[in-house]
Protein backbone atom coordinates (compact mmCIF):
# COMPACT_ATOMS: atom_id res chain seq x y z
CA UNK A 1 0.00 0.00 0.00
CA UNK A 2 1.18 3.60 -0.35
CA UNK A 3 1.69 5.98 2.53
CA UNK A 4 -1.05 8.56 2.37
CA UNK A 5 -0.28 12.06 2.68
CA UNK A 6 -2.46 15.21 3.37
CA UNK A 7 -1.07 17.54 1.55
CA UNK A 8 -1.51 21.50 1.92
CA UNK A 9 0.50 24.43 0.17
CA UNK A 10 1.19 27.57 1.93
CA UNK A 11 3.07 30.85 1.63
CA UNK A 12 3.90 30.67 5.28
CA UNK A 13 3.82 28.74 7.89
CA UNK A 14 4.84 28.80 11.76
CA UNK A 15 7.48 25.72 12.27
CA UNK A 16 6.17 23.90 15.10
CA UNK A 17 8.58 20.78 15.25
CA UNK A 18 8.27 17.33 13.24
CA UNK A 19 10.91 17.26 9.73
CA UNK A 20 11.58 19.92 7.89
CA UNK A 21 12.62 18.75 4.03
CA UNK A 22 14.65 22.05 2.72
CA UNK A 23 15.35 22.02 -1.58
CA UNK A 24 19.04 23.33 -2.04
CA UNK A 25 20.76 24.57 -4.95
CA UNK A 26 24.64 24.19 -4.85
CA UNK A 27 25.68 28.13 -4.71
CA UNK A 28 23.22 28.83 -1.95
CA UNK A 29 23.01 26.35 0.63
CA UNK A 30 21.21 26.89 3.70
CA UNK A 31 17.42 27.22 5.41
CA UNK A 32 15.56 30.23 6.22
CA UNK A 33 16.07 31.63 9.86
CA UNK A 34 12.78 30.46 11.04
CA UNK A 35 13.96 26.76 9.76
CA UNK A 36 17.54 27.41 11.04
CA UNK A 37 18.29 30.37 13.42
CA UNK A 38 21.88 28.86 14.56
CA UNK A 39 23.20 28.65 11.12
CA UNK A 40 23.24 24.35 11.68
CA UNK A 41 22.59 23.84 8.35
CA UNK A 42 25.15 25.32 6.30
CA UNK A 43 27.79 23.92 9.06
CA UNK A 44 26.21 20.24 8.38
CA UNK A 45 26.44 20.55 4.70
CA UNK A 46 30.49 22.15 4.95
CA UNK A 47 31.20 18.93 7.46
CA UNK A 48 29.98 16.52 5.33
CA UNK A 49 30.27 17.86 2.17
CA UNK A 50 26.94 17.94 0.90
CA UNK A 51 26.83 20.51 -2.53
CA UNK A 52 23.25 20.13 -3.43
CA UNK A 53 23.92 17.59 -6.36
CA UNK A 54 20.57 16.76 -7.80
CA UNK A 55 18.92 14.24 -5.54
CA UNK A 56 21.21 14.07 -2.95
CA UNK A 57 20.42 14.33 0.64
CA UNK A 58 21.95 14.96 4.04
CA UNK A 59 20.14 14.60 7.15
CA UNK A 60 20.51 16.88 10.54
CA UNK A 61 19.27 14.80 13.32
CA UNK A 62 17.76 16.95 16.46
CA UNK A 63 19.65 20.61 14.92
CA UNK A 64 20.45 23.23 17.48
CA UNK A 65 18.84 25.57 17.92
CA UNK A 66 15.64 24.95 15.38
CA UNK A 67 11.98 24.17 15.99
CA UNK A 68 12.48 21.11 13.78
CA UNK A 69 13.20 17.75 15.35
CA UNK A 70 15.33 16.59 11.72
CA UNK A 71 16.06 18.79 9.12
CA UNK A 72 16.88 16.98 5.78
CA UNK A 73 18.28 18.35 2.76
CA UNK A 74 17.77 17.33 -1.05
CA UNK A 75 19.73 18.64 -3.89
CA UNK A 76 18.41 19.74 -7.01
CA UNK A 77 21.54 20.54 -9.03
CA UNK A 78 21.85 22.81 -11.67
CA UNK A 79 18.85 25.15 -11.57
CA UNK A 80 19.22 25.55 -15.35
CA UNK A 81 19.02 22.15 -16.00
CA UNK A 82 16.32 21.36 -13.92
CA UNK A 83 12.99 20.02 -15.70
CA UNK A 84 9.45 19.03 -14.63
CA UNK A 85 10.94 15.24 -14.34
CA UNK A 86 13.43 16.21 -11.95
CA UNK A 87 10.54 17.61 -9.55
CA UNK A 88 8.76 14.32 -9.29
CA UNK A 89 11.95 12.86 -8.51
CA UNK A 90 12.96 15.17 -5.73
CA UNK A 91 9.18 14.34 -4.65
CA UNK A 92 10.40 10.42 -4.40
CA UNK A 93 13.64 11.28 -2.54
CA UNK A 94 11.82 12.94 0.21
CA UNK A 95 8.85 9.98 -0.10
CA UNK A 96 11.91 7.67 0.86
CA UNK A 97 12.73 9.71 3.65
CA UNK A 98 9.84 10.39 5.53
CA UNK A 99 7.77 7.09 6.22
CA UNK A 100 8.06 7.56 9.69
CA UNK A 101 7.22 10.84 10.20
CA UNK A 102 4.07 12.43 11.56
CA UNK A 103 4.31 16.08 10.35
CA UNK A 104 6.58 17.16 7.71
CA UNK A 105 7.36 20.89 6.63
CA UNK A 106 9.10 20.81 3.14
CA UNK A 107 10.48 24.42 1.76
CA UNK A 108 10.62 24.43 -1.92
CA UNK A 109 11.80 27.72 -2.93
CA UNK A 110 16.10 27.32 -3.28
CA UNK A 111 17.30 30.40 -3.69
CA UNK A 112 18.49 30.83 -7.10
CA UNK A 113 15.84 27.74 -8.25
CA UNK A 114 12.22 29.44 -9.87
CA UNK A 115 9.29 27.22 -8.54
CA UNK A 116 6.39 27.49 -10.13
CA UNK A 117 2.74 25.79 -8.97
CA UNK A 118 2.87 23.50 -11.84
CA UNK A 119 6.47 22.48 -10.10
CA UNK A 120 5.62 22.36 -7.14
CA UNK A 121 2.24 20.21 -7.84
CA UNK A 122 5.18 17.56 -9.86
CA UNK A 123 7.14 17.46 -6.83
CA UNK A 124 4.11 16.46 -4.55
CA UNK A 125 3.14 14.32 -7.04
CA UNK A 126 6.90 12.36 -6.98
CA UNK A 127 5.66 12.44 -3.36
CA UNK A 128 2.76 10.30 -4.15
CA UNK A 129 4.24 8.04 -6.05
CA UNK A 130 7.41 7.43 -4.99
CA UNK A 131 5.27 6.16 -1.38
CA UNK A 132 4.05 3.31 -3.14
CA UNK A 133 4.86 -0.29 -1.95
CA UNK A 134 2.92 -3.14 -2.74
CA UNK A 135 2.66 -5.37 0.81
CA UNK A 136 -1.39 -6.54 0.37
CA UNK A 137 -0.13 -10.38 1.21
CA UNK A 138 2.38 -9.72 3.70
CA UNK A 139 1.86 -10.80 7.15
CA UNK A 140 5.24 -9.67 8.88
CA UNK A 141 6.26 -6.25 7.95
CA UNK A 142 9.69 -4.59 8.99
CA UNK A 143 9.51 -1.52 11.20
CA UNK A 144 9.06 1.06 8.73
CA UNK A 145 6.25 -0.68 6.60
CA UNK A 146 4.40 -1.19 10.12
CA UNK A 147 4.52 2.97 11.35
CA UNK A 148 3.44 3.49 7.35
CA UNK A 149 0.34 0.71 7.48
CA UNK A 150 -0.85 1.57 11.02
CA UNK A 151 -1.36 5.07 10.96
CA UNK A 152 -2.86 8.09 9.74
CA UNK A 153 -1.82 10.17 6.99
CA UNK A 154 1.49 12.18 7.55
CA UNK A 155 0.25 15.66 7.39
CA UNK A 156 2.68 17.75 4.46
CA UNK A 157 3.28 21.26 4.33
CA UNK A 158 4.62 22.49 1.07
CA UNK A 159 5.92 26.23 1.66
CA UNK A 160 6.06 28.24 -1.25
CA UNK A 161 5.40 31.48 -3.07
CA UNK A 162 3.93 29.95 -5.76
CA UNK A 163 1.07 28.08 -3.26
CA UNK A 164 -2.22 29.24 -4.93
CA UNK A 165 -1.33 28.12 -8.43
CA UNK A 166 0.19 24.78 -6.16
CA UNK A 167 -3.01 23.70 -4.87
CA UNK A 168 -4.75 24.52 -8.16
CA UNK A 169 -2.16 21.83 -9.66
CA UNK A 170 -2.09 19.45 -7.31
CA UNK A 171 -5.71 18.52 -8.18
CA UNK A 172 -4.78 17.24 -11.27
CA UNK A 173 -1.52 15.75 -9.64
CA UNK A 174 -3.49 13.76 -7.13
CA UNK A 175 -5.98 12.42 -10.33
CA UNK A 176 -2.62 10.95 -12.03
CA UNK A 177 -1.37 9.46 -9.01
CA UNK A 178 -4.44 7.43 -8.84
CA UNK A 179 -4.51 6.62 -12.17
CA UNK A 180 -0.58 5.35 -12.13
CA UNK A 181 -1.09 3.56 -8.50
CA UNK A 182 -4.38 1.58 -9.54
CA UNK A 183 -2.49 0.69 -12.58
CA UNK A 184 0.43 -0.58 -10.40
CA UNK A 185 -2.07 -2.96 -7.78
CA UNK A 186 -3.28 -4.41 -11.37
CA UNK A 187 0.24 -5.72 -12.01
CA UNK A 188 1.18 -6.52 -9.12
CA UNK A 189 -1.58 -8.91 -8.26
CA UNK A 190 -1.67 -12.48 -8.02
CA UNK A 191 -3.13 -14.33 -11.25
CA UNK A 192 -5.04 -16.32 -8.62
CA UNK A 193 -6.95 -13.21 -7.30
CA UNK A 194 -7.37 -11.17 -10.08
CA UNK A 195 -8.78 -13.29 -13.29
CA UNK A 196 -10.76 -11.84 -16.27
CA UNK A 197 -14.18 -11.10 -14.48
CA UNK A 198 -12.42 -9.64 -11.04
CA UNK A 199 -10.28 -7.45 -13.58
CA UNK A 200 -13.64 -6.23 -15.08
CA UNK A 201 -14.95 -5.26 -12.09
CA UNK A 202 -11.97 -2.71 -11.77
CA UNK A 203 -13.38 -1.69 -14.61
CA UNK A 204 -16.59 -1.05 -13.55
CA UNK A 205 -15.62 0.48 -10.82
CA UNK A 206 -14.74 3.82 -12.59
CA UNK A 207 -18.49 4.41 -12.39
CA UNK A 208 -18.54 6.50 -9.64
CA UNK A 209 -16.24 8.82 -11.36
CA UNK A 210 -18.36 9.28 -14.21
CA UNK A 211 -16.92 7.22 -16.31
CA UNK A 212 -19.68 4.73 -19.08
CA UNK A 213 -18.55 1.40 -18.96
CA UNK A 214 -19.46 -1.30 -20.65
CA UNK A 215 -18.59 -5.33 -19.53
CA UNK A 216 -19.31 -8.28 -22.81
CA UNK A 217 -19.57 -11.29 -21.87
CA UNK A 218 -18.05 -14.47 -23.97
CA UNK A 219 -21.36 -15.14 -25.60
CA UNK A 220 -21.81 -11.13 -27.03
CA UNK A 221 -18.36 -11.36 -28.41
CA UNK A 222 -18.90 -14.89 -30.21
CA UNK A 223 -22.62 -13.20 -31.41
CA UNK A 224 -19.69 -10.44 -33.04
CA UNK A 225 -17.73 -12.99 -34.61
CA UNK A 226 -14.43 -12.58 -32.17
CA UNK A 227 -12.84 -15.93 -32.22
CA UNK A 228 -9.41 -14.59 -32.11
CA UNK A 229 -10.13 -13.29 -28.63
CA UNK A 230 -12.12 -15.93 -27.58
CA UNK A 231 -9.67 -18.85 -29.36
CA UNK A 232 -7.15 -17.82 -27.06
CA UNK A 233 -9.70 -17.99 -23.84
CA UNK A 234 -10.99 -21.42 -24.12
CA UNK A 235 -8.33 -23.23 -22.62
CA UNK A 236 -9.01 -21.87 -19.17
CA UNK A 237 -11.76 -22.16 -16.48
CA UNK A 238 -12.35 -18.40 -16.28
CA UNK A 239 -14.71 -16.56 -19.07
CA UNK A 240 -13.02 -14.11 -21.05
CA UNK A 241 -14.28 -10.53 -21.02
CA UNK A 242 -14.32 -7.04 -23.05
CA UNK A 243 -14.49 -3.97 -21.01
CA UNK A 244 -15.20 -0.87 -22.92
CA UNK A 245 -14.96 2.22 -20.95
CA UNK A 246 -16.17 5.85 -22.05
CA UNK A 247 -15.34 9.33 -20.99
CA UNK A 248 -17.41 12.37 -21.88
CA UNK A 249 -15.62 15.37 -21.17
CA UNK A 250 -15.62 16.92 -24.56
CA UNK A 251 -18.20 18.24 -26.73
CA UNK A 252 -20.46 16.01 -27.84
CA UNK A 253 -19.80 16.23 -31.65
CA UNK A 254 -15.97 15.34 -31.10
CA UNK A 255 -14.51 12.38 -32.06
CA UNK A 256 -13.53 10.33 -28.99
CA UNK A 257 -9.91 9.38 -29.08
CA UNK A 258 -9.21 5.62 -28.26
CA UNK A 259 -7.14 3.59 -26.21
CA UNK A 260 -6.79 -0.76 -26.42
CA UNK A 261 -5.12 -2.87 -23.69
CA UNK A 262 -4.14 -6.66 -23.83
CA UNK A 263 -5.40 -7.96 -20.96
CA UNK A 264 -3.62 -11.16 -20.13
CA UNK A 265 -4.11 -11.88 -16.59
CA UNK A 266 -1.95 -14.79 -16.91
CA UNK A 267 -0.04 -16.38 -19.69
CA UNK A 268 1.33 -19.89 -19.53
CA UNK A 269 1.80 -19.79 -23.23
CA UNK A 270 -1.09 -22.28 -24.06
CA UNK A 271 -0.12 -25.36 -25.73
CA UNK A 272 3.08 -23.84 -27.02
CA UNK A 273 4.02 -23.46 -23.07
CA UNK A 274 6.53 -21.27 -21.38
CA UNK A 275 9.84 -22.43 -19.67
CA UNK A 276 8.80 -22.71 -16.20
CA UNK A 277 11.64 -20.28 -15.01
CA UNK A 278 10.35 -16.77 -14.46
CA UNK A 279 7.18 -17.48 -15.54
CA UNK A 280 5.41 -16.31 -12.48
CA UNK A 281 6.08 -13.10 -14.22
CA UNK A 282 3.30 -13.65 -16.96
CA UNK A 283 0.99 -12.38 -13.95
CA UNK A 284 1.64 -8.95 -15.28
CA UNK A 285 0.80 -9.84 -18.80
CA UNK A 286 -1.80 -7.30 -18.57
CA UNK A 287 0.39 -4.15 -17.90
CA UNK A 288 -1.66 -2.74 -21.00
CA UNK A 289 -4.80 -3.13 -19.69
CA UNK A 290 -3.95 -1.78 -16.80
CA UNK A 291 -2.16 1.10 -17.91
CA UNK A 292 -5.78 1.92 -19.92
CA UNK A 293 -7.25 1.65 -17.08
CA UNK A 294 -5.18 4.02 -14.77
CA UNK A 295 -5.46 6.33 -17.75
CA UNK A 296 -9.28 6.53 -18.03
CA UNK A 297 -9.29 7.03 -14.00
CA UNK A 298 -6.75 9.93 -14.28
CA UNK A 299 -8.71 11.50 -16.80
CA UNK A 300 -12.14 10.96 -15.14
CA UNK A 301 -10.33 12.19 -11.88
CA UNK A 302 -9.59 15.38 -13.81
CA UNK A 303 -12.33 15.66 -15.46
CA UNK A 304 -10.79 16.23 -18.79
CA UNK A 305 -11.73 18.01 -21.43
CA UNK A 306 -11.88 15.16 -24.13
CA UNK A 307 -14.13 12.30 -25.23
CA UNK A 308 -12.09 9.37 -24.83
CA UNK A 309 -12.70 5.35 -25.24
CA UNK A 310 -10.17 2.47 -23.30
CA UNK A 311 -11.26 -1.30 -24.11
CA UNK A 312 -9.45 -3.92 -22.38
CA UNK A 313 -9.32 -7.63 -23.94
CA UNK A 314 -9.45 -9.47 -20.78
CA UNK A 315 -8.50 -13.59 -21.48
CA UNK A 316 -6.16 -15.63 -19.58
CA UNK A 317 -4.09 -18.21 -21.71
CA UNK A 318 -3.90 -21.65 -20.08
CA UNK A 319 -3.03 -25.51 -21.86
CA UNK A 320 -6.32 -27.35 -21.75
CA UNK A 321 -8.02 -30.29 -23.43
CA UNK A 322 -9.93 -27.40 -24.93
CA UNK A 323 -7.26 -24.98 -25.80
CA UNK A 324 -6.81 -23.70 -29.38
CA UNK A 325 -3.55 -25.67 -31.29
CA UNK A 326 -0.74 -24.93 -33.31
CA UNK A 327 -1.83 -24.87 -36.77
CA UNK A 328 -5.78 -24.17 -35.84
CA UNK A 329 -7.26 -21.28 -38.10
CA UNK A 330 -9.67 -18.93 -36.40
CA UNK A 331 -11.64 -15.89 -38.15
CA UNK A 332 -11.38 -12.59 -36.40
CA UNK A 333 -13.92 -10.15 -36.02
CA UNK A 334 -12.70 -8.30 -39.18
CA UNK A 335 -13.10 -11.53 -41.23
CA UNK A 336 -9.75 -12.03 -41.82
CA UNK A 337 -8.25 -15.49 -40.84
CA UNK A 338 -5.45 -16.15 -39.04
CA UNK A 339 -3.30 -19.58 -38.95
CA UNK A 340 -2.08 -19.98 -35.15
CA UNK A 341 1.66 -20.72 -35.35
CA UNK A 342 2.76 -20.58 -32.00
CA UNK A 343 -0.17 -20.05 -28.95
CA UNK A 344 2.04 -18.11 -26.89
CA UNK A 345 1.67 -15.22 -29.75
CA UNK A 346 -1.67 -14.76 -27.75
CA UNK A 347 -1.54 -10.58 -27.47
CA UNK A 348 -1.91 -10.09 -30.76
CA UNK A 349 -5.14 -11.95 -31.06
CA UNK A 350 -6.68 -10.30 -28.27
CA UNK A 351 -5.76 -7.12 -29.51
CA UNK A 352 -7.18 -7.74 -33.34
CA UNK A 353 -10.33 -7.68 -32.16
CA UNK A 354 -10.43 -5.19 -29.98
CA UNK A 355 -9.15 -2.89 -32.40
CA UNK A 356 -11.65 -3.94 -34.76
CA UNK A 357 -14.73 -3.51 -32.67
CA UNK A 358 -12.79 -0.13 -31.30
CA UNK A 359 -12.56 1.31 -34.75
CA UNK A 360 -16.11 -0.29 -35.91
CA UNK A 361 -18.16 0.77 -33.32
CA UNK A 362 -16.36 4.30 -32.14
CA UNK A 363 -14.49 5.44 -35.18
CA UNK A 364 -11.76 7.64 -32.94
CA UNK A 365 -9.48 10.12 -34.15
CA UNK A 366 -6.97 7.79 -33.17
CA UNK A 367 -6.23 4.62 -31.75
CA UNK A 368 -3.01 3.33 -29.09
CA UNK A 369 -2.89 0.07 -28.53
CA UNK A 370 -0.36 -0.62 -25.04
CA UNK A 371 0.48 -4.30 -24.80
CA UNK A 372 3.38 -6.12 -23.23
CA UNK A 373 3.84 -8.41 -25.94
CA UNK A 374 7.20 -9.27 -26.98
CA UNK A 375 10.05 -10.61 -25.31
CA UNK A 376 11.93 -8.81 -28.54
CA UNK A 377 11.46 -5.26 -27.80
CA UNK A 378 13.35 -5.99 -24.31
CA UNK A 379 16.21 -7.62 -26.56
CA UNK A 380 15.94 -4.20 -28.79
CA UNK A 381 15.65 -1.32 -25.98
CA UNK A 382 16.64 -3.08 -22.74
CA UNK A 383 13.92 -1.77 -19.91
CA UNK A 384 14.53 1.91 -20.62
CA UNK A 385 12.17 2.65 -23.51
CA UNK A 386 9.11 1.32 -25.04
CA UNK A 387 8.58 -0.15 -28.15
CA UNK A 388 6.38 2.73 -30.68
CA UNK A 389 5.03 1.64 -34.48
CA UNK A 390 2.33 3.51 -36.29
CA UNK A 391 1.49 4.42 -39.25
CA UNK A 392 0.90 8.41 -38.80
CA UNK A 393 3.97 10.50 -38.23
CA UNK A 394 1.93 13.22 -36.32
CA UNK A 395 0.70 10.66 -33.60
CA UNK A 396 4.17 9.13 -33.15
CA UNK A 397 6.08 12.42 -32.80
CA UNK A 398 3.20 13.52 -30.02
CA UNK A 399 3.95 10.30 -28.09
CA UNK A 400 7.61 10.82 -28.45
CA UNK A 401 7.30 14.44 -27.31
CA UNK A 402 5.16 13.44 -24.16
CA UNK A 403 7.67 10.91 -22.89
CA UNK A 404 10.23 13.17 -22.97
CA UNK A 405 8.31 15.57 -20.87
CA UNK A 406 6.88 12.32 -18.41
CA UNK A 407 10.49 10.34 -18.69
CA UNK A 408 7.98 7.20 -20.14
CA UNK A 409 10.41 7.31 -22.93
CA UNK A 410 9.06 5.98 -26.27
CA UNK A 411 11.41 5.06 -29.39
CA UNK A 412 9.94 4.46 -32.87
CA UNK A 413 10.72 1.04 -34.83
CA UNK A 414 9.95 0.36 -38.25
CA UNK A 415 7.14 -0.78 -40.38
CA UNK A 416 7.42 -2.04 -43.74
CA UNK A 417 5.68 -4.18 -46.17
CA UNK A 418 9.12 -6.60 -46.40
CA UNK A 419 8.05 -6.77 -42.45
CA UNK A 420 4.67 -7.80 -43.51
CA UNK A 421 5.37 -10.32 -46.01
CA UNK A 422 6.94 -12.03 -43.11
CA UNK A 423 3.19 -12.97 -41.71
CA UNK A 424 1.56 -14.24 -44.52
CA UNK A 425 0.53 -17.87 -44.38
CA UNK A 426 -0.15 -20.98 -46.38
CA UNK A 427 -3.05 -21.76 -45.29
CA UNK A 428 -4.91 -18.80 -43.98
CA UNK A 429 -5.01 -14.90 -44.16
CA UNK A 430 -1.78 -14.52 -42.13
CA UNK A 431 -0.38 -16.43 -39.53
CA UNK A 432 0.30 -15.29 -36.01
CA UNK A 433 4.11 -14.81 -36.02
CA UNK A 434 6.80 -14.85 -38.28
CA UNK A 435 8.98 -15.86 -36.36
CA UNK A 436 12.24 -14.96 -34.52
CA UNK A 437 14.02 -12.35 -36.80
CA UNK A 438 12.15 -9.19 -36.08
CA UNK A 439 9.54 -10.24 -34.04
CA UNK A 440 8.50 -6.96 -32.21
CA UNK A 441 8.00 -5.53 -35.88
CA UNK A 442 5.86 -8.63 -37.27
CA UNK A 443 4.29 -8.50 -34.29
CA UNK A 444 3.21 -4.65 -35.04
CA UNK A 445 2.38 -5.49 -38.34
CA UNK A 446 0.00 -7.78 -37.49
CA UNK A 447 -2.03 -4.91 -35.53
CA UNK A 448 -1.75 -2.79 -38.72
CA UNK A 449 -3.88 -5.49 -40.58
CA UNK A 450 -7.08 -4.47 -37.99
CA UNK A 451 -6.63 -0.56 -38.08
CA UNK A 452 -7.78 0.06 -41.44
CA UNK A 453 -6.39 4.11 -42.37
CA UNK A 454 -6.79 5.53 -38.86
CA UNK A 455 -4.02 7.02 -37.04
CA UNK A 456 -3.22 4.41 -35.04
CA UNK A 457 0.10 3.52 -32.79
CA UNK A 458 1.03 0.55 -31.24
CA UNK A 459 3.78 0.62 -27.55
CA UNK A 460 4.72 -2.72 -26.10
CA UNK A 461 5.35 -2.21 -23.04
CA UNK A 462 6.83 -5.29 -22.16
CA UNK A 463 10.22 -4.31 -21.05
CA UNK A 464 8.67 -0.89 -19.07
CA UNK A 465 5.15 -2.17 -17.56
CA UNK A 466 6.59 -4.61 -15.14
CA UNK A 467 10.52 -5.41 -13.79
CA UNK A 468 11.89 -2.31 -15.21
CA UNK A 469 14.61 -0.36 -13.37
CA UNK A 470 12.97 0.86 -10.30
CA UNK A 471 14.02 4.98 -9.56
CA UNK A 472 12.98 7.58 -6.93
CA UNK A 473 9.65 7.59 -8.08
CA UNK A 474 8.58 3.89 -8.72
CA UNK A 475 9.96 1.05 -6.29
CA UNK A 476 7.59 -1.34 -7.05
CA UNK A 477 7.83 -4.22 -9.89
CA UNK A 478 4.91 -2.60 -11.85
CA UNK A 479 5.24 0.45 -12.48
CA UNK A 480 2.32 1.94 -13.98
CA UNK A 481 3.80 2.77 -17.38
CA UNK A 482 2.05 4.53 -19.95
CA UNK A 483 -0.93 6.43 -17.53
CA UNK A 484 1.62 9.54 -17.19
CA UNK A 485 2.66 9.21 -20.96
CA UNK A 486 -0.84 8.85 -22.48
CA UNK A 487 -2.39 11.98 -20.26
CA UNK A 488 0.80 14.01 -20.99
CA UNK A 489 -0.60 13.39 -24.93
CA UNK A 490 -4.39 14.06 -24.27
CA UNK A 491 -3.47 17.08 -21.37
CA UNK A 492 -1.26 18.75 -24.48
CA UNK A 493 -2.60 17.96 -28.01
CA UNK A 494 -6.41 16.82 -27.77
CA UNK A 495 -7.68 19.02 -24.84
CA UNK A 496 -10.88 21.16 -26.31
Same mark, same amino acid.
Given at each position: MSQKFDVNFVKAVKPTGG? !??????? =? /?? +? &??? *? $? =???? $?? /??? !?DVG????????? #???? /??? +?????RIILIGLGDPEKIAAHDWLRAGGVAAGKVRDAESVSIYLDAAGVEVGGQAAADFALGLLLGSYRFDTYKTKKDDDEQKANGKKAIKVTIVTAAAAAARKAY? *?? *? /??? +? +? $?? #????? $? %? *?? &? %????PVEFAAKAKALEKLGVEVEILTEREMKRLGMAALLGVAQGSVRPPRLGIMQWNGGKPKDKPIAFVGKGVVFDTGGISIKPAAGMEDMKGDMGGAAAVIGLMHTLAARKAKVNAVGIIGLVENMPDGNAQRPGDIVTSMSGQTIEVINTDAEGRLVLCDALWYCNDRFKPQFMIDLATLTGAVMVALGSHHAGLFSNDDTLSSRLTAAGLVTNERVWRLPLGKEYDKMIDSKFADMKNTGGRSAGSITAAQFLHRFVKDTPWAHIDIAGTAMGSPTDEINQSWGSGFGVRLLDELVRSQYES
Open positions: T !AIVLQAP =D /AI +G &AAP *E $V =DPAG $VV /ARA !ARFKAKALKS #LDIV /APH +GSPFDD *ES *E /AIA +G +G $VL #LARDL $V %N *EP &A %NVLG
